[in-house]
C-alpha cells in the first residue's frame, strides 16, 4: 500500500512541480495529501540548491552585463553545434568560442545572415603568438549594429604552416585585416584574393610580432638594428 | 673701410661675391614640405598664421626641383627611405636637408624596438641642421632655419678651395 | 565619329604628395579623366608600436599611444587608460572623470578645426585653413598650460591624469569657448555654404550605409550616411551619460546622403556639440585629488580586454592580453582610419581625378594611426 502511495505521491509531485497543483488539491484523504504538499516543498528545495550550485561555478568573473552574453555564447555555440557538427573546439563558451578552422567562411556567412544574430560587423582580426614553439591564433572580434551583441571567436593553427579559412567575402574589412595578421604572424587566409604584405615591405623577411622574431641585417643596404655605433 | 671711406655715392654697394651670393641664397630658401608624421603637424603649424614661415622667405613648394631646401619633418621608415633618397637626388644644386625632430636626428623613441624605422635620416643623406625635440615647437624650427642661414651665408662658393 | 578608345593609364599619386595627408600611395587606374580604380598602398610609417607594446610597461605605453593618431592624442590615452582600468578594475576619482572628459572633448575640437582646414587646402581654399589653424592655435594654449606640450600630451594615465587644472584655467577654457562658438558662423559663411566649395563636394563620393558597415567604418563618416552610432551614446563609458548632447547625422541636405559634403558637416556639427559638453563639465566638474588613484605598480590580473571608444575619426578599440606580468602580452590597437582608407577604393570609382581628393579628404584619414 505505501509503495503505490509513494509511486502516486511522486506522480502528483511531478505534475504540480509543472504547474498544475489542481492533482495534489483533489486528494481526499487528508494524510496523503499532506505527505504529498511535503513532498512538493521538500522537492522544491532541492531543485533550488541544485541551480545554486550550478550557477556560482558559472558566473566566475563575470559582471552583469555578461548575464545575457553568457546566454548569447551559449545561444551561438548551440546553433553552431546543430549546423556544423565538429567545429567547436572547447567547451567553455563565457567569454570567446574556440572554433577549429573547419567550415570557418560558412559559419561566418551563417552569423552574418541569420536574423537572430545578424553579426554585420567585423571590429577586429588579431593574430596571437602564445610563445616561442607553440601555436599562433586568430582572434576575430564581432558586433551586431541592429541587435547590439558582441562576440569573440577564436581559431588555433599550427605555428609552422598556418593556414585558417579567409572571410574577406562575407565582411569587406577582412581584405586589409587578413593581410596585416599574415604581414605580422605569416598566418595564410586561403582563399584571399591578394595575400601579399601590407605595412612592411614587399620584401621584408620573417613574421615580425612573432615572439622569436630576429630583425635582419640589412635591407638594401640601410643599416636596420637597434643600435648604431658608439652610443651608449 | 679706411681708403674706401666716403668714396662713393649712393646706391653703390662693396661686398666680396661670396657675400652677395651668401645673401641671396640664404634670405629666400623655399622649403620641399616632406612632412611624414607628427612633425609634420608642428611645421603646418609653423607655416600658419601664428608662427608665420613666410616672413623668413619660406614658401612651401611640392616638387622637389622648385625647392632648395628638404625639412624631413617625422619618422623614416625603411619602406620611405628609398624614396627619401630619390627625392633627394632629384632637388637641384644648391640644396639643403634640415632633420626635424628626435625620429629624423637619431630614430626617436622608437631606436629600441623599431625593426622597421630608419635610425636617423642622416643614414641616407647629407644632413645640414639637427632640429631636437618631439615634436619641436615651432620657434625651435625656425631658429633651425636661422641657423641654416647662418651656415648658407658662410659658405664661399666661389674662393678657390685649396684641395 | 568615332570613339577614341586607349588603354587606362596607371598613374602613382606618391607617398610625398602634399594632398595626401602624410605618406601615403595610391595607384589610379584612369580612362583619360575618369577614374576606375584606386588601390591605397601603406605602410610608409609603420613605426612598429605593437613589438614596442610586447617590451614596455604598461604606463610607458602612452606616449607611444599619443603618436599613433597624433592630431587627437588625447582621446588615444584616453581609450588606453579606460581599457586598462576595466582590466584591473580600478575606479578613479569623480573630479578625473570630469577633467578627462574636457579634454578629450576639446581635443575633439582641435582635431576636427585641423580635418577640415586641410580639406578646404585640399579642395582650394586658403582661408579658411588658416582661420581654423588660429584657432587651434588657442586650444594648444589651454594644453600647454595645463600639461606643457602642445601637441602629443602624455597626459591621461592609468588611474588618473598626470596633473591637475593649473590657476584660472576654468576661465580660460570659458573665455575661449565664448571666443570660439560664434567662429562656427564664420566657418560656414566661409567654406560651407560656399559655391564653389558645395559644387565640388556634393553628390561626390557618396558611401551607402551598408558598404559603410560592411567595410567597418564609423564615427562622422558613418554618421554622414545616415547610420546614428556613436560610442559614446551606444555603448557609454566615463561619465557621458551624465551629459546632454545631440548626435548629428548626415541628411543630404545638399545632395545625396552620404556624399563628402555630409562628412564635413557632421564634423561641423560635432565642434558644436563638444563645446556644449565643455560647458556642462565645467559647470559642475567637483573637486578632488586626481593622484588618488594611481597603482603603485600597474599588474593587471590575467585576462583579456576588447575596449571601444570614440575618438575624433571613429572607433578606437584595444585589444590588450595580459598574463600577469607589469609587460603586456599583446596589444592591439584597431584605429579607425584604418577601415575607412579601406573604402576608399570601393566608392571614388567613376568620379574624376580631382574628385579622389576630395573625397579622400572627407574621410579624415592619420597615416600614423593607419601605420601605427
Avoid at chain 1, 505527505?35 to 522537492?43: E, M
Avoid at chain 1, 570567446?96 to 560587423?121: H, R, V
Avoid at chain 2, 622608437?110 to 641642421?129: A, C, I, N, S, T
Wanted: proline share 5%; glycine share 8%; charged share 25%.
Amino acid at each position: 500500500m505505501s509503495e503505490d502511495q509513494d509511486k502516486y505521491i511522486a506522480e502528483v509531485v511531478e505534475k504540480a512541480l509543472r504547474g498544475d497543483m489542481d492533482a495534489i488539491n483533489n486528494i481526499e484523504d487528508r494524510v496523503t495529501r499532506s505527505k504529498a504538499k511535503a513532498a512538493l516543498i521538500k522537492a522544491k528545495r532541492l531543485s533550488k540548491t541544485a541551480a545554486a550550485e550550478a550557477a556560482p561555478a558559472e558566473e566566475t568573473a563575470q559582471t552583469d552585463t555578461t548575464l545575457t552574453e553568457k546566454s548569447l555564447n551559449q545561444k551561438v555555440a548551440e546553433a553552431l553545434a546543430k549546423k556544423f557538427s565538429g567545429s567547436i573546439d572547447s567547451e567553455d563558451v563565457n567569454e570567446y568560442i574556440q572554433l577549429n578552422g573547419k567550415n570557418w567562411f560558412e559559419i561566418a556567412q551563417y552569423l552574418k545572415d541569420n536574423p537572430d544574430l545578424l553579426f554585420d560587423s567585423l571590429q577586429c582580426i588579431t593574430g596571437f603568438d602564445f610563445g616561442e614553439g607553440e601555436a599562433l591564433e586568430v582572434r576575430y572580434n564581432l558586433h551586431s549594429m541592429t541587435h547590439y551583441h558582441a562576440i569573440e571567436i577564436r581559431i588555433k593553427t599550427d605555428r609552422n604552416d598556418p593556414k585558417v579559412p579567409s572571410v574577406e567575402q562575407v565582411w569587406r574589412i577582412g581584405d586589409w585585416f587578413e593581410r596585416e595578421t599574415y604581414d605580422m604572424y605569416g598566418i595564410v587566409f586561403e582563399g584571399h584574393h591578394n595575400m601579399t604584405r601590407i605595412l612592411c615591405p614587399e620584401d621584408w623577411e620573417g613574421w615580425p610580432l612573432r615572439k622569436d622574431y630576429e630583425t635582419q641585417e640589412t635591407y638594401h643596404g640601410i643599416i636596420v638594428p637597434k643600435v648604431k655605433e658608439g652610443w651608449e | 673701410m679706411g681708403i674706401l671711406e666716403n668714396k662713393f655715392q649712393d646706391n653703390v654697394v662693396v661686398a666680396s661675391m661670396d657675400k652677395l651670393l651668401g645673401w641671396a641664397r640664404s634670405t629666400s630658401p623655399w622649403f620641399f614640405q616632406f612632412g611624414l608624421a607628427c612633425c609634420a603637424i608642428e611645421m603646418m603649424a609653423t607655416a600658419a598664421s601664428r608662427y608665420d614661415l613666410m616672413r623668413i622667405g619660406m614658401i612651401p613648394r611640392s616638387s622637389p626641383r622648385q625647392a632648395d631646401v628638404m625639412i624631413v619633418a617625422g619618422t623614416v621608415t625603411m619602406k620611405m627611405s628609398l624614396r627619401v633618397k630619390k627625392l633627394y637626388e632629384q632637388m637641384a644644386n644648391p640644396k639643403y636637408v634640415i632633420a626635424m625632430g628626435s625620429c629624423a636626428t637619431s630614430g626617436g623613441p622608437y631606436w629600441q624596438y623599431g625593426y622597421h624605422v630608419l635610425k636617423g635620416v642622416d643614414l641616407v643623406v647629407p644632413v645640414d641642421v639637427y632640429v631636437p625635440g618631439c615634436p619641436p615647437r615651432p620657434e625651435a624650427l625656425i631658429e633651425g632655419l636661422l641657423k641654416l642661414q647662418e651656415k648658407i651665408q658662410a659658405e664661399r662658393p666661389l674662393t678657390k678651395k685649396i684641395a | 565619329m568615332g570613339v577614341v578608345h586607349g588603354d587606362l593609364m596607371t598613374l602613382n599619386i606618391g607617398p610625398q604628395h602634399p594632398s595626401t595627408h602624410g605618406v601615403l600611395r595610391l595607384k589610379v587606374k584612369t580612362d583619360g579623366e575618369i577614374v576606375s580604380e584606386v588601390e591605397p598602398y601603406i605602410g610608409y610609417l609603420h613605426r612598429c608600436f605593437e613589438k614596442h607594446c610586447e617590451n614596455v610597461t604598461y604606463d610607458q605605453v602612452i606616449p607611444y599611444t599619443d603618436r599613433c593618431d597624433y592630431i587627437a592624442s588625447m582621446n588615444n590615452n584616453f581609450g588606453y587608460a579606460v581599457a586598462v582600468e576595466e582590466l584591473m578594475k580600478i575606479k578613479v576619482p569623480e573630479r578625473v572623470e570630469y577633467i578627462r572628459v574636457i579634454v578629450a572633448e576639446l581635443n575633439r575640437i582641435a582635431s576636427h578645426l585641423l580635418a577640415l582646414g586641410t580639406y578646404g587646402l585640399d579642395v582650394g581654399a586658403f582661408t579658411p585653413f588658416l582661420y581654423m589653424f588660429r584657432d587651434r592655435e588657442r586650444i594648444l594654449d589651454i594644453f600647454e598650460a595645463l600639461c606643457g606640450a602642445r601637441l602629443l600630451y602624455n597626459y591621461i594615465w592609468v588611474g588618473g591624469v598626470s596633473h591637475d587644472f593649473p590657476n584660472e584655467f576654468v576661465e580660460t577654457v570659458y573665455s575661449f569657448l565664448d571666443y570660439f562658438e560664434p567662429k562656427i558662423k564664420e566657418y560656414n559663411e566661409l567654406l560651407t555654404y560656399n559655391k564653389i566649395f558645395i559644387e565640388r563636394t556634393a553628390d561626390v563620393g557618396v558611401m551607402p550605409p551598408e558598404v559603410a558597415i560592411s567595410y567597418g567604418v564609423s564615427g562622422p563618416n558613418l554618421r554622414g550616411s545616415g547610420v546614428k552610432w556613436d560610442i559614446r551614446k551606444n555603448e557609454t563609458y566615463s561619465i557621458y551619460e551624465k551629459f546632454d548632447f545631440d548626435i548629428p547625422v548626415g541628411s543630404g541636405i545638399m545632395g545625396t546622403v552620404g556624399d563628402c559634403w555630409d562628412r564635413y558637416y557632421v564634423r561641423m556639427q560635432e565642434m558644436v556639440q563638444s563645446a556644449k559638453i565643455v560647458r556642462q563639465a565645467l559647470k559642475t566638474i567637483p573637486a578632488g585629488n586626481v593622484h588618488q588613484a594611481l597603482p603603485k605598480k600597474i599588474r593587471p590580473p590575467k585576462g583579456f580586454i576588447y575596449k571601444r571608444t570614440e575618438s575624433p575619426r571613429g572607433d578606437l578599440a584595444y585589444y590588450i592580453v595580459s598574463d600577469g606580468s607589469p609587460i603586456p602580452f599583446r596589444l592591439k590597437m584597431r584605429s579607425p582610419a584604418f577601415t575607412a582608407l579601406s573604402v576608399l577604393g570601393e566608392i571614388s570609382q567613376g568620379w574624376m581625378m580631382s574628385d579622389v581628393i576630395a573625397i579622400l579628404g572627407s574621410l579624415d584619414i592619420v597615416l600614423g594611426e593607419i601605420d601605427r
